[in-house]
């Protein structure tokens, strides 16, 4: 009964501020809602590459394979089968280009083991049509919507992965046009007594099952630059939950006194409290949920698009709903809403029933509480310079982030005190005089909005140069690296001898594109060989190198690595690497190779053929004039080249701009979001801080100042305050985007961007932060612009 | 004649119907002169000086300060009239919390564009606030903000000067002193006085006094 009079007190409050409840719920809604979403995300690509890992039993089972990544032959295969081993055949390869690439793999249903996972063949018309000589192939039904030509029926099957095309054995060996496996699988259960498999054929070598398989582990970096920005979300929607919450709980202040006079126990009122923000947590919980499969489901595809480009990792475009994201979504709003309450509850807890007879002046409590921030941000900054010198690692690269911009956003209240109070013997009316002083009086109340703009600020330049910085490396990259006019891929070997004749007779210069996968240093790599030509040495873009590397290379006796490879495994220019177990060559140089996920090396390429003679050997390079490419290709489609198999230099760019333009679509798209947040706080914090300023501002009203006047201040000081932050978040934007160049990506992708400056980024920017200070500031302004004068002078009333 | 009131009305509306405060009121005042206006709580005080001082509007009558009819100015109008002619003390939340006590003094004075720094001197130190000019308003008693609200008013030199139960949050003492140094400044200055009060005693320290009640002056 009495619980329920309290109860009736304290939400009256709400009842006559419905804005302020909005921003409470609508914060941590967003603030939810944000991370929920990129959690979601998150979910959705791991268990695609879960699904991935368990399809076609890849994930459980040991495998054979053979040094070096060579393919293994069909007698070994019948070797171990005759000598009573249970393995099976796998063979694994590329097939189509681009967009459209998939990965086949073939099986043979009849050696599987039961729990591989093979493909239902109850249909008697597909049992027959497998081992026909068409042959047939199962797909995901999202890889069937954009499968290569030339590839036997499909049959959707939602068990085999997104990306990749299950058939047998033989098909497969026609598709990829080898001969041989990649290879075998080792079934759990084994007759007893078998003769060991190292006596049998000591040129394989046994390998464990990778669960978490090597796109999981090269998409962490993403997964966890999303989970980053999600956190930061989430920081900057607890900014707003805080504020509101701390609002609240100051305005009702007198009425907890007059409840506590009237005999309401302390335990009871923090009890009816602590109520009131688990229902709305509960409330902007599921309003939260909402919002973050609204956020998952737009960035989804641009997600998917992103680990196909970058990585090679294919995730489905659209959202399955899990149940457990949307728990940790709930989770995280009571989380959220605890933790932005906690401080409230105990000061409520703490409160004297009377008002202590003398109010600590504004700016002693002031500098009191900016001091303690500016303290908590020095030693945040400690932690930063302890994690730069002694981290390592994506984890420490990030924390070190959080930890340095966390400093800096405590730090900022007291910064603005101190610039504005350097800034008050400048005013020269005593409006300036007054707005300065206000000002000031003011970044109590705005601080935490302003921290959170200035996170998102320094996030977006941070980012931003970032991105940009890479964008303009990768451009000047594709130009060198993309030195030939024309690029071919044959359709098979026999077409590729009429492409070589066609190239050999009609351009300067066939450079023959010849790689195979292997494992350089336990990771997985590519190894090209490249003919002796000029171009290389005019325009691959080495890092560093050792004198005559292309001469070296070209000998047969030295090899190029890619920088991933080079920082990964620590490696040194003049130091030998093994490309397989008989074969060792020295380094000589390091090129950058952006968007590779993985190692790379580079050798002579008669040295590849003659270690590696199953190599592919469709793709071709040549140089022409470039006013020939286009009679260079209707000469190539004439042979029967199909058209979608050349491209132009021109194309190659293009296309690898766009894949890197998609990539970073999230990435804006979150930055967005954040600013946005940003901007929701500060009309939050503008809004509330509005009812209370009308005392502050009354007298100004009565000395002949009029409303529009107090209005324009209004808006004045928040384009200031928006200035003063954005003008700060450009130095630390730009220490963001070094880490993230110089630390995180070293650490992410294996490659060291240099740092460009984008002025005009930072000036949109500016004119962005802006325009949301004075939108965030419109309503409240124009709310002061219409109030009517019986408002105002309400303020000075007896009954106050 | 400094001010005059002539049949001024005002009307809220109220929860049983309009609700008639000033019923055709009239007064007048010169330079100089000081005038006591009192009446029970309720009666329209408060209502009549906001309308003298341009903070609100009246319904019909005219209200003349200076030689200017102010009933029917615009916004703006009223605005400059505020600032330039017209000083207000209320009896709280008369101060800028931001400022200190020495900005507050010269504060209108300098929104008036006359700021006469022998003047603001003089006033500062005869209400004895020469010792506090650093502080902020939070750190001062009732009495000394009250008389930095006083001081800020006469140190802009207005026309006429109202104050609005000016000593209603200060014990007798304090409130006797405030009083006799607003009389005693506003006379210095050639300014018309209006002050609401309760007190008889400090009503009997101006040159006139009124009462309303009922809508009318008695
Ligand atoms: N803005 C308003 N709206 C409605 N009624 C008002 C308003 N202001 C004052 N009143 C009413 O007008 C009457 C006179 O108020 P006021 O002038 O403040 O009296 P006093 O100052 O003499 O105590 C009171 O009944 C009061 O309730
Ligand atoms: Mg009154």
Do not use: C
Request: net charge negative; aromatic share 6%; proline share 5%.
């Amino acid at each position: 009964m009495m619980t329920r009079v309290v109860l009736q007190a304290l939400l009256s409050h709400w009842w006559r501020r419905p804005l302020q409840l909005v921003t409470l719920l609508f914060g941590l809604a967003l603030a939810t809602g944000l991370w929920t979403g990129v959690q979601a995300i998150n979910q959705e690509a791991r268990s695609s590459y879960d699904a991935a890992a368990q399809a076609l039993g890849q994930g459980d089972f040991d495998r054979l394979v053979a040094q070096g990544g060579a393919l293994i032959q069909r007698q070994t295969f019948v070797d171990l089968r005759r000598a009573g081993w249970l393995v099976s055949p796998v063979i694994e390869g590329r097939y189509g280009r681009g967009e459209d690439r998939v990965t086949v793999i073939g099986l043979d249903p009849f050696t599987l083991p039961p729990s591989a996972g093979a493909p239902d063949l109850s249909d008697d018309n597909d049992l027959a049509q497998w081992f026909s000589d068409d042959g047939l192939i199962f797909v995901h039904p999202e890889t069937q919507a954009a499968l290569p030509d030339g590839l036997p029926r499909a049959i959707p099957n939602l068990s085999v992965a997104i990306g990749e095309v299950v058939t047998d054995v033989t098909t497969a060996w026609r598709l990829l046009e080898v001969d041989g496996f990649s290879h075998l699988i080792i079934a759990p259960q084994q007759p007893i007594g078998l003769t060991p498999l190292d006596d049998l054929i000591p040129s394989l070598e046994r390998v464990r099952p990778d669960p978490a398989g090597d796109i999981a582990q090269l998409t962490r970096s993403f997964h966890l630059n999303l989970t980053a920005f999600g956190l930061l979300s989430f920081a900057v929607g607890l900014f707003i939950v805080h504020a509101a919450i701390g609002l609240a709980f100051e305005q009702r202040r007198g009425m907890f006194r007059t409840l506590r006079a009237l005999g309401v126990s302390t335990r009871r009122l923090v009890a009816v409290l602590a109520g009131e923000t688990l229902v709305l947590a509960i409330l902007a919980g599921l309003l939260g949920i909402g919002l973050g499969y609204l956020v998952a489901a737009t960035l989804l595809p641009g997600v998917a698009a992103t680990l196909r480009g970058l990585y090679g990792a294919a995730v489905p475009g659209t959202l399955s709903l899990d149940p457990a994201w949307a728990l940790s979504g709930f989770g995280i709003a009571l989380a959220g809403a605890a933790a932005a309450a906690g401080q409230s509850l105990w000061q409520v807890a703490k409160l004297p029933i009377l008002a202590p007879a003398k109010p600590r002046a504004w700016a002693m409590a002031m500098d009191r509480s900016q001091t303690r921030l500016a303290l908590a941000a020095l030693v945040l900054f400690a932690v930063t310079v302890v994690l730069l010198i002694f981290g390592s690692g994506l984890v420490a690269g990030f924390l070190l982030l959080g930890a340095f911009l966390l400093g800096a956003a405590f730090l900022l209240p007291w910064v603005l005190s101190r610039l504005l109070r350097l800034a008050a013997p400048l005013a020269r009316g005593p409006i300036t005089q007054w707005a300065l002083a206000d000002t000031r009086q003011q970044v109590p109340g705005l601080s935490l909005a302003l921290m959170a703009l200035l996170l998102a600020l320094a996030t977006n330049i941070g980012v931003g140069t970032m991105v940009s910085s890479f964008r303009l490396t990768f451009a000047g990259w594709l130009d060198q690296r993309l030195a030939s006019e024309i690029y071919v891929t044959a359709r098979d070997s026999q077409q590729s001898e009429d492409v070589r004749a066609l190239l050999e007779g009609q351009a300067d210069a066939v450079l023959p594109i010849r790689s195979t996968d292997i494992r350089l240093e336990g990771q997985p790599a590519q190894l090209f060989g490249v003919v002796d030509h000029p171009t290389y040495e005019q325009g691959w873009p080495l890092i560093t190198a050792l004198d005559t590397p292309w001469a070296q290379v070209a000998s047969g006796q030295a090899v190029l690595i890619n920088e991933q490879l080079w920082r990964r495994a620590d490696l040194t220019l003049g130091s030998e690497l093994a490309l397989t177990a008989d074969w060792a060559l020295p380094i000589v140089g390091v090129y950058s190779d952006y968007g590779n996920p993985e190692g790379q090396a580079i050798v002579a390429q008669a040295e590849l053929l003659q270690r590696f003679p199953d190599v592919s050997t469709l793709g071709y390079a040549a140089r022409t004039d470039p006013a020939q490419v286009e009679a260079l290709r209707a000469a190539l489609i004439d042979i029967g080249v199909p058209a979608g198999n050349i491209l132009n230099q021109a194309e190659v760019k293009t296309f690898s701009l766009d894949v890197f333009d998609r990539t970073f679509l999230v990435t804006a798209a979150l930055n967005v979001l954040t600013l946005g947040v940003a901007a929701f706080a500060m009309l939050a914090s503008l809004t509330t801080l509005a009812g209370l300023r009308l005392p502050q501002l009354a007298p100004l009203w009565a000395m002949g100042l009029t409303r529009r006047h107090l209005a324009l201040v209004e808006l004045a000081r928040a384009v200031l305050f928006a200035a003063i932050t954005w003008a700060l978040a450009v130095p630390l934007g730009l220490i963001l985007a070094w880490v993230l160049l110089a630390v995180v990506n070293v650490e992410a992708f294996g490659w060291r961007l240099p740092m460009f400056p984008f002025p005009f980024d930072w000036a949109r920017l500016a004119i962005w932060a802006i325009v949301a200070a004075l939108l965030a500031a419109a309503l409240p302004a124009y709310r002061l612009a219409r109030i009517a004068p019986a408002q105002l002078i309400k303020v000075f009333a007896d009954e106050r | 004649m400094l001010l005059t009131v002539d049949a001024v009305t005002k009307t809220y509306p109220g929860d049983t119907g309009p609700l008639t405060v000033l019923d055709a009121v009239s007064l007048s005042l010169s330079a100089g002169e000081s005038l006591a206006l009192m009446g029970e709580s309720g009666s329209g005080k408060s209502t009549l000086l906001h309308l003298v001082g341009g903070l609100d509007t009246a319904d019909a009558g005219t209200i003349t300060l200076n030689g200017t009819v102010i009933t029917g100015l615009d916004d703006r109008a009223l605005a400059e009239l505020r600032r330039t002619q017209i000083g207000v003390v209320f009896q709280q939340f008369n101060l800028i919390p931001s400022l200190t006590v020495v900005q507050n003094l010269a504060f209108h004075a300098r929104l008036a564009g006359r700021l006469d720094e022998t003047w603001v001197n003089t006033v500062s130190e005869r209400l004895g606030l020469t010792t506090v000019g650093a502080r902020y308003p939070e750190q001062l008693s009732g009495g000394q903000q009250q008389r930095v609200a006083i001081g800020r008013a006469i140190a802009a030199k207005p026309a006429l000067l109202l104050a609005d139960e000016p000593t209603g949050n200060l014990d007798e003492d304090t409130a006797d002193t405030v009083m006799s140094l607003l009389v005693d400044l506003t006379k210095e200055a050639n300014t018309g006085l209006l002050v609401v009060t309760h007190s008889q005693a400090r009503a009997a320290a101006l040159d006139r006094h009124l009462t309303l009640s009922k809508g009318s002056l008695a």
